[in-house]
């Protein structure tokens, strides 16, 4: 696991924590992009394929390969900002060495559209608090044997605390670390969400109907639960957070809302205001909680 370094928002200069993402090398050792803390994070206002990928060398074999780019999102103004890294060094051909950096690397077009393609995927975040608060995963990550990211989302914070972003939570009743699954197309940020609502507590978590993923939010239903997934890189907005809230009154069910994009300040707010969990999620599909109720509903599960 990565260590956690104070990292300032660009907007407003707010100090969070941040762990950069730890990605699984094909040689087994795991990959951490060098972040060059010297240069000031940038303002992410508009997300192209190809910037959101970095290439990284491997410290122990020397290979390269495509990573997402480290991003942190505020928790105070949810601003999204992009980690500057340091680029990879140029060796001769035949060599490698060990420890290279990380460069801007073009990265294949995603074959579905509003999809991402790549392993330990990661995408454009919400807002995500990053106080040592129970995070929903460990050691889980994009690779298999769960080396992934600590901390792999946006990890910032208001908040102080002794943790860092994506460590191991005290999960109630012994939960077992978050195992989560790489997203590359809308659908799959469907399934990492109802996987990590099973994770929760939630029982036999399905879509309503077996229509094909649209670009719009994703109903996901539960005894006692009714969530939306909104798998767009727009983040989600007023009407959205009180459209989740009445169908749960309707449903007399929790409410709970899962965005890649994050959210404007005024569906935070008013989410605060109802009491609904706000949880934002990477393309490595670690759901990370944004608000109060979220974290209440970590610690406590369904």
Do not use: K
């Not at 290439?55 to 928790?75: D, F, I, Q, T, Y």
């Not at 790549?118 to 460990?138: H, N």
């Not at 050691?139 to 908040?159: D, M, W």
């Not at 029982?203 to 997934?229: K, T, W």
């Amino acid at each position: 696991m990565a260590d956690a370094v104070p990292v300032h928002c660009p907007a407003c200069l707010r100090e969070n924590d941040y762990a950069a993402p730890v990605f699984p090398c094909a040689c087994g050792s795991p990959v951490v992009p060098p972040l060059d803390l010297a240069a000031a994070p940038v303002p992410l206002t508009h997300r192209t394929w190809s910037d959101t990928w970095v290439e990284v060398r491997c410290a122990a074999c020397g290979r390269v390969s495509e990573w997402p780019h480290p991003e942190l999102g505020c928790a105070s103004c949810g601003t999204v900002a992009r980690l500057p890294v340091r680029p990879v060094d140029p060796v001769a051909s035949g060599e490698s060495e060990p420890g290279g950096g990380v460069r801007q690397g073009p990265c294949p077009r995603p074959d579905v559209r509003g999809g991402r393609a790549g392993q330990g995927d990661r995408g454009e975040l919400g807002e995500v608090r990053g106080r040592g608060r129970p995070g929903p995963g460990g050691s889980g990550g994009s690779g298999p044997a769960g080396s992934g990211p600590a901390g792999s989302g946006p990890a910032g914070s208001g908040r102080s605390g002794s943790r860092a972003p994506g460590a191991p939570p005290a999960a109630p009743g012994q939960r077992p670390a978050f195992r989560p699954v790489t997203i590359r197309t809308a659908r799959d940020a469907v399934a990492a969400a109802a996987l990590y609502l099973r994770w929760l507590g939630f029982h036999d978590v399905r879509q309503p109907d077996a229509r094909p993923v649209p670009s719009a939010a994703v109903d996901l239903r539960a005894p006692g639960l009714v969530a939306q997934v909104d798998p767009t890189t727009a983040p989600a907005g007023l009407r959205a957070v009180e459209c989740v809230w009445l169908n749960g009154l309707t449903a007399s069910a929790t409410s709970v809302y899962f965005s890649l994009a994050g959210y404007t300040q005024d569906a935070r707010s008013r989410a605060d205001d109802l009491g609904i969990p706000l949880f934002v999620m990477d393309l490595t599909g670690l759901p990370q909680p944004v608000n109060d109720p979220a974290d209440a509903l970590v610690e406590a599960g369904a």
